[in-house]
């Protein structure tokens, strides 16, 4: 028999968890009187600074509401019309955003196959051979997922050479960051390092994935793009009309720490699901845990068991491998009753 519960917790999604406390607090302590619109507010002001202070001077960041949105807004600011974007044929943008970046902004995206989610610099020079081929599109941008889709990072290192390789080349790196705070957490750095001095052209700061609700912010570092921002930005149906709520939510998360708080809570959960999986027959980790995803392939009678209680997602069905995400609010107590009922499935 699988252990009761009321309310069990889902591992299908961090976007599942609700919002973290101080979050709320500093959205409540928005909640009084009236303020400017759009942005004109002294809380997006404080953002700013806040922003600033975190990545670094040449940070302009301005916020969205939501992960595809800010990624649409990011790219639509380094993208002409007869343009293409190199990624990786897991990431995001070409994956589970409804084919958004080629229906809104015309482009290209020029996937390149991983084993593990990450481009290397081998894979932008790849894709070169077209450039100035009126018969070719014309690849601008390099874009990577932090973390990617397999749950993987990128070191600081692994960002620089990328970066490297693209400017040499005459490209920008964008970094889809709805889960940058997991990668800086896992790999024990701040988000400057992975961001401003990897050499990164425009990046997005996930918040909603780490404990706030509908936040997330594009940031530009290079500042010759920053001035088309407000203008994409209500293109494309991302400017808040009570930005305010969204401004303290983010500069919640950067005061203190919080983001590594929350996003390192979540990262423990994720490694203290993987070690339970160790002894237990038939499981196996399908990639590396290095954020709060952990891909795990065992049969399927056993995920069918699982889901009758518990929220997840296939991720390769055929082949019998899951997603399961952790979040802030994930307890020890509930990945160890989740062990058990794993090891019960698998029996």
């Known amino acids: 028999m699988l252990i009761d519960s009321m309310y069990p917790k889902s591992f299908a999604s961090d976007n599942h968890a609700g919002v973290h406390p101080t979050v709320l607090e500093a959205m409540t302590a928005a909640n009084h009187g009236d303020a400017p619109a759009y942005g004109d507010d002294t809380?997006?002001?404080?953002?700013?600074?806040?922003?600033?202070?975190?990545?670094?001077?040449?940070?302009?960041?301005?916020?969205?509401?939501?992960?595809?949105?800010?990624?649409?807004?990011?790219?639509?600011?380094?993208?002409?019309?007869?343009?293409?974007?190199?990624?990786?044929?897991?990431?995001?943008?070409?994956?589970?955003?409804?084919?958004?970046?080629?229906?809104?902004?015309?482009?290209?995206?020029?996937?390149?196959?991983?084993?593990?989610?990450?481009?290397?610099?081998?894979?932008?020079?790849?894709?070169l051979g077209g450039i100035g081929n009126p018969h070719e599109p014309q690849p601008t941008v390099v874009s990577v997922s932090q973390v990617t889709e397999l749950g993987t990072s990128y070191t600081p290192e692994e960002l620089a050479a990328l970066a490297a390789t693209a400017h040499e080349h005459g490209l920008r790196l964008h970094v889809d960051g709805a889960r940058l705070a997991n990668a800086a957490a896992f790999l024990g750095c701040d988000l400057k390092a992975v961001t401003t001095d990897a050499g990164v052209d425009v990046f997005s700061f996930g918040g909603t994935k780490n404990g706030a609700l509908a936040a997330e912010a594009v940031v530009v570092l290079d500042g010759t793009l920053a001035h088309a921002v407000p203008f994409l930005r209500r293109q494309s149906l991302q400017l808040?009309?009570?930005?305010?709520?969204?401004?303290?939510?983010?500069?919640?998360?950067?005061?203190?720490?919080?983001?590594?708080?929350?996003?390192?809570?979540?990262?423990?959960?994720?490694?203290?699901?993987?070690?339970?999986?160790?002894?237990?027959?038939?499981?196996?980790?399908?990639?590396?845990?290095?954020?709060?995803?952990?891909?795990?392939?065992l049969p399927h009678s056993a995920s069918e068991k699982l889901l009758q209680r518990y929220l997840f997602h296939y991720w390769d069905e055929p082949a019998g491998t899951v997603r399961w995400m952790t979040a802030f609010d994930t307890t020890p107590d509930q990945v160890d009753d989740f062990l058990i009922d794993l090891r019960k499935a698998t029996d």
């Open 240 to 297: 808040a009309s009570k930005m305010r709520f969204i401004s303290a939510q983010l500069t919640a998360l950067l005061t203190d720490d919080l983001w590594r708080e929350n996003a390192g809570h979540a990262n423990d959960m994720a490694k203290r699901l993987a070690d339970g999986l160790a002894d237990i027959p038939d499981v196996s980790l399908a990639y590396p845990v290095e954020s709060n995803a952990v891909f795990a392939t």
């Open 43 to 127: 809380w997006t002001a404080a953002f700013e600074d806040k922003a600033k202070e975190t990545f670094g001077a040449s940070a302009h960041a301005f916020p969205v509401l939501n992960g595809a949105g800010a990624n649409m807004v990011g790219l639509a600011l380094m993208l002409g019309r007869y343009d293409a974007v190199i990624c990786a044929d897991s990431a995001h943008i070409a994956t589970h955003e409804a084919g958004a970046s080629e229906r809104l902004l015309g482009v290209k995206l020029m996937t390149v196959p991983t084993e593990d989610g990450k481009l290397r610099p081998s894979d932008i020079t790849s894709r």
